[in-house]
Every structure is written in structure tokens, then in C-alpha cells.
């Protein structure tokens, strides 16, 4: 086991990991009633910290303190693993080399489409900052190969549509079976009155399109912006943040957008699937139909209402800073 006094101490604070031998042992270097610990009885929790505890050893095998693996043998050390774990039970399937990865697999000749660049295992932070991949390039890259999409903004503009405009047409043809290649639901508010109709109504009007809109902002106070792409292959993607289907926050605002695959972090997916019913289900979103003039013209005066030019003009204050380059140009 070792001598306890040799081992590093722990640094105080919070922690969530599962205890194994040389945790156990910095334990127990410890005063007396300094550690806090609990059993595991929850099978999930306990299911989701041992895949912790196997990937991080994996990798730290992999990494190798410096001098990591070459291919042969990363694919032996996960085709010896395998076989140990199944021994017994079942044919075990080895990986063979070359290490290959499948992309992609079309059928009723539509194209497969591309992968985007932040792949569809892991998880990307999007800060619209130079040499990193951009929002809206992803999102048109997915969005091309997709079988259903969920559409979670506070507010659509014309011009975030007209970002879109091609793709979205596109994936909502209708195919040789006579439906649409893709099914898109959208939920939106008049917020503020930012909403446009015009953007409004293209998106309905596409085949396979459902728009359900809040009309009341004194009520709805959505602020969530979310994506949620599913594909029947299971290699799903979700978009998270602060980026609305406007032009300003999908191509240069500064917004913070997170990416997360329903691969990697299955359960955090069908959580934020399984709210977009619960919203989508809400009364308070009632469903629009640019062909219905009751409808127009009730998200016509929500958002005369919401966006104060209805009964007066409302008040608007805002500053005015002059940026580096124009104080440089006033200077002079």
C-alpha cells in the first residue's frame, strides 16, 4: 500500500470523484474528519463515475507520461481490453488497422453531406473569435444533414433567416416520396417586438415547418437559444447559447454558444430535447399559420404592442462611445 506520508495532499474544497486506491491513500494522510465522503447507491451515478474512471486510465495509458502510444498500440491496448472484459460471453469484435472511421452512408440519392468541423463526439465552445471555427458555417454544415430540427430563440430577423435561406429550402424539399427530407419545429416570442413577420412567415411556409410564437412578452420571458439536430443515425448535435436567428449574433456578434453532441453526453441531449416539449406542448405558444389572417394579424399588433408603437412611441435611452479609431480621428 505505501507509506500514507509520502503520498500529495488533497487541497481543500469540493470534489466528485470516485475513490479508488491512490485516492484512498491521499485520504487517509488526512486529518481526522477532514474528508467527506458517501456511498455510491445510485446504480446511474455509480455507472457514469466508473466510465470516468476507465477513460481517464485509458488515456493516461495512451498519453503514456510523455511518450504516448503509436497507433498499433492504441488498437491493441483497446482490442486487449475488449477481450478481457468479454471473455466468456460474447464474440469479441477487434478493431482492425489501419484505424478507419465511417463518415457517413446515403440513401434515396440524396447526398451525405460533410462533416462539420467541430466533429460530432465532443463538445466546442463557439466565442466568435478569430482562427476558430464559426457559428454559422457549422450550423449550415449540419444543417444539411440532418432528419429533424428543433429551434429555440427569443427572436427571428429577416436577415438571420437570409443566413440560412438556401439550406434551409434545400433540406426541406420535398422528396421522391412526396415529404419533406426534413422535419422543422421553431419556437420564438415578440419580444421586445424584435421578432420580424416576414422572417416568420418564410420559415412557416416551408414544407415540413411549424412555428408556435408567444404573443405575450409580459408573460414569456424566453431567453434560451438553443438548436437541438437529430439524425436517425444517432449522431446528434446541440447548440446552446446566446445567439438568436438574427444576422448580428450568427455571423458578428460577440455571443458564447456551446456545442454538445447526444454521442458524448447522451443525457444532457435528451434534456434539452425533452424541455423543447415541454415548451413546445405550452399553451402560451399558440401555432401560426401565415395563411390565416386571424393569425397575421394577431402577431401583428403583439408585436406593435411589444415593440411600443402602439398607443405612442416608446422612449429609448442608449449612450454613445466613439471606438479607438474614431477617438484617434476626433483627436486629430
Known amino acids: 500500500m505505501g507509506d500514507v506520508s509520502d503520498v500529495n495532499p488533497l487541497p481543500p ?3 466528485d470523484r470516485i475513490v479508488d486506491g491512490s485516492l484512498a491513500r491521499r485520504i487517509l494522510s488526512l486529518p481526522p474528519g477532514t474528508a467527506r465522503e458517501e456511498a455510491l447507491a445510485d446504480p446511474e451515478l ?4 466508473l466510465i470516468d474512471v476507465v477513460r481517464r486510465e485509458i488515456a493516461s495509458v ?4 510523455g511518450k504516448p502510444l503509436d497507433d498499433v498500440g492504441c488498437l491493441a491496448l483497446i482490442d486487449g481490453l475488449l477481450r ?3 471473455a466468456g460471453t460474447t464474440e469479441v469484435e477487434s478493431i482492425p488497422g489501419p484505424a478507419r472511421r465511417l463518415t457517413g452512408v446515403a440513401a434515396g440519392g440524396n447526398p451525405v453531406g460533410e462533416l462539420p468541423l467541430t466533429g460530432l463526439h465532443g463538445s466546442y465552445l463557439f466565442t466568435a473569435g478569430k482562427a476558430t471555427p464559426s457559428l454559422l458555417t457549422e450550423l449550415r454544415t449540419e444543417l ?3 432528419d429533424q430540427i428543433e429551434i429555440l430563440v427569443s427572436f427571428i430577423t429577416w436577415g438571420g433567416v437570409r ?8 433540406i426541406t424539399s420535398i422528396g421522391a416520396d412526396g415529404r419533406p427530407r426534413t422535419r422543422v419545429r421553431v419556437l420564438t416570442t415578440t419580444y421586445c417586438g424584435n421578432t420580424e413577420r416576414r422572417a416568420v412567415d418564410w420559415l412557416a411556409r416551408l414544407p415540413g415547418v411549424e412555428v408556435r410564437i408567444s404573443l405575450d412578452g409580459s408573460r414569456t420571458r424566453l431567453h434560451a437559444k438553443a438548436w437541438i439536430l ?3 443515425s444517432g449522431f446528434g448535435s446541440a447548440y446552446v447559447g446566446s445567439a438568436n436567428l438574427s444576422g448580428a449574433a450568427l455571423t458578428g456578434g460577440l455571443e458564447w454558444t456551446v456545442k454538445f453532441t447526444h454521442v458524448g453526453d447522451p443525457a444532457l441531449f435528451d434534456r434539452a430535447g425533452a424541455h423543447f416539449e415541454t415548451l413546445w406542448n405550452d399553451s402560451e405558444f399558440q401555432a401560426y399559420d401565415p395563411n390565416v389572417p386571424a393569425q397575421v394579424a394577431a402577431l401583428d399588433r403583439a408585436l406593435k404592442r411589444e415593440g411600443g408603437s402602439e398607443g405612442g412611441a416608446a422612449i429609448t435611452w442608449f449612450g454613445i462611445e466613439p471606438r479607438p479609431f474614431q477617438i484617434e480621428l476626433l483627436d486629430r
Open 230 to 232: 437529430r439524425r436517425a
Open 144 to 146: 444539411a444533414s440532418v
Open 13 to 15: 474544497g469540493l470534489y
Open 46 to 49: 455509480l455507472r457514469e463515475r
Open 163 to 170: 443566413k440560412l435561406q438556401d439550406v434551409l429550402s434545400q
Open 62 to 65: 495512451i498519453d503514456g507520461d
Open 84 to 86: 478481457h472484459c468479454r
